[in-house]
C-alpha cells in the first residue's frame, strides 16, 4: 500500500526565513505526486504536480523537486499570507485508482 | 475558485438521521471524487465516480453510498449517521483519474449532535 509521510508536523517561521518541507513515500511505482495548500475550513488547493525524479516546479516563493524517495516545497522568504496546511500526495496508478495524502505540515510565518 | 461546487456548506443534523451531499465537478471533468476529512485522520479518498460509473472504492463505510447521475454532478449520501461521521466532506474533480490534478471544492461540514 501507498504511503506518504510528511515532516516537520508544524513549523512555525520568522517573515522572510526560507525553510523547507519534506514529504516522504512508498509507492509501488510513482506515477504522480501532487503539493496542495490548504487553509483552515477550506479545501485543498492545487499547487504542483511532479512526475519523474529531477523535476522542478517554480511558483512565486515556493519550489517543487521530486526525488525517487521524497518531495521537498522550498519556501523562499515567506510572508504570513504563507501561512497554511501544505498537503503531499501521490499516485501510484495500476489497480490502485487513488490519491494517497500525508498528513501535512502545518506552516505559521509570523510577522 | 477551483469551479468545483459543494453544497450544502455547513450541515447539522442529529445520529441516526441520512443526508445527502452534493457535488458539481468543473467543466469538461469526467471523474469525481469524495473524500472525508477529519482532524486525527487527514484526508480519506472514499470513493470515484467516472462518466457516470463506480471506479474505485477507498475507506467508504457500508451506511455511506454515492452516485455519479448523466449531468456529471455527484451525490453522497450518508444513513444511520453517528457522531463519528462529523468531517469535512470534500469533492475534487479530474479530466480522468488520479494522475490528473483533482481540483477540490469548499466541502461541506457534517455535524452529527
Known amino acids: 500500500e501507498d504511503q506518504v509521510t510528511q515532516s516537520p508536523e508544524a513549523l512555525r517561521l520568522q517573515e522572510g526565513e526560507s525553510s523547507s518541507l519534506n514529504c516522504s513515500y512508498t509507492?509501488?511505482?510513482?506515477?504522480?505526486l501532487f503539493w496542495y495548500r490548504q487553509d483552515p475550513g477550506k479545501g485543498p488547493e492545487f499547487l504542483f504536480t511532479?512526475?519523474?525524479a529531477g523535476e522542478e516546479k517554480e511558483k512565486e516563493r515556493l519550489k517543487a523537486t521530486l526525488t525517487k524517495k521524497e518531495s521537498f516545497l522550498h519556501i523562499t522568504a515567506p510572508k504570513p499570507e504563507d501561512s497554511a496546511t501544505y498537503l503531499c500526495a501521490v499516485y501510484s496508478g495500476g489497480s490502485n485508482y487513488k490519491l494517497t495524502f500525508g498528513k501535512g505540515t502545518l506552516l505559521t510565518v509570523n510577522p | 475558485d477551483s469551479g468545483v461546487t459543494q453544497t450544502p456548506k455547513h450541515l447539522i443534523t442529529a445520529t441516526g438521521q441520512r443526508v445527502t451531499l452534493r457535488c458539481s465537478p468543473r467543466s469538461g471533468d469526467l471523474s469525481v471524487y469524495w473524500y472525508q476529512q477529519s482532524l486525527d485522520q487527514g484526508l480519506q479518498f472514499l470513493i470515484q465516480?467516472?462518466?457516470?460509473?463506480?471506479?474505485a472504492k477507498g475507506n467508504i463505510l457500508e451506511r455511506f453510498s454515492a452516485q455519479q447521475f448523466p449531468d456529471l454532478h455527484s451525490e453522497l449520501n450518508l444513513s444511520s449517521l453517528e457522531l463519528g461521521d462529523s468531517a469535512l466532506y470534500f469533492c475534487?474533480?479530474?479530466?480522468?483519474?488520479?494522475?490528473?490534478?483533482?481540483?477540490f471544492g469548499p466541502g461541506t461540514r457534517l455535524l452529527v449532535l
Open positions: 511532479l512526475y519523474s
Open positions: 509507492v509501488s511505482g510513482l506515477r504522480g
Open positions: 475534487a474533480s479530474s479530466v480522468v483519474d488520479s494522475k490528473e490534478t483533482q481540483y
Open positions: 465516480y467516472y462518466n457516470g460509473e463506480e471506479r
